[in-house]
């Protein structure tokens, strides 16, 4: 790990704030079945600033394994993108692209459901 590399970190710097979601990997946006290490597939988001912070409450009868203290999620990498223009949206920070940032962000309680 570069400890230079921001991406690392839930913070910025003292003005900017905290990122809310960082999500980095790579895409195959070409359909060539693929991942490819460069620019025109990889994404950066970084989800933050205030107007960003979203709180996720989820409805469920399942009980806390009280021996492992363990209760299961699902994540829905489908539903988190539904409505979001990925291949001409790869990269994103708040202060450059807050529409892309604001899109993700409106996804995450619709991504997330118990197993």
């Known amino acids: 790990m570069d ?14 704030g905290y ?39 989820l409805d469920t009868d399942q009980m806390i394994d009280k021996e492992n203290f363990e209760m299961h999620l699902e994540f829905d990498v489908a539903k988190f993108f539904e409505n979001y223009d990925l291949a001409n949206n790869l990269f994103s920070r708040p202060n450059n692209n807050p ?8 996804n995450v309680q619709n991504a997330f459901d118990f197993e």
């Open 3 to 16: 400890v230079g590399e921001t991406s690392y970190f839930q913070h910025w710097n003292w003005t900017m």
């Open 19 to 57: 990122k809310f979601l960082v999500i980095e990997g790579a895409v195959d946006v070409d359909g060539n079945g693929t991942f490819e290490d460069i620019p025109e597939e990889t994404m950066s988001i970084h989800c933050g600033f205030n107007d960003n912070l979203k709180r996720i409450e």
């Open 99 to 106: 529409a892309a940032a604001t899109a993700v962000m409106n």
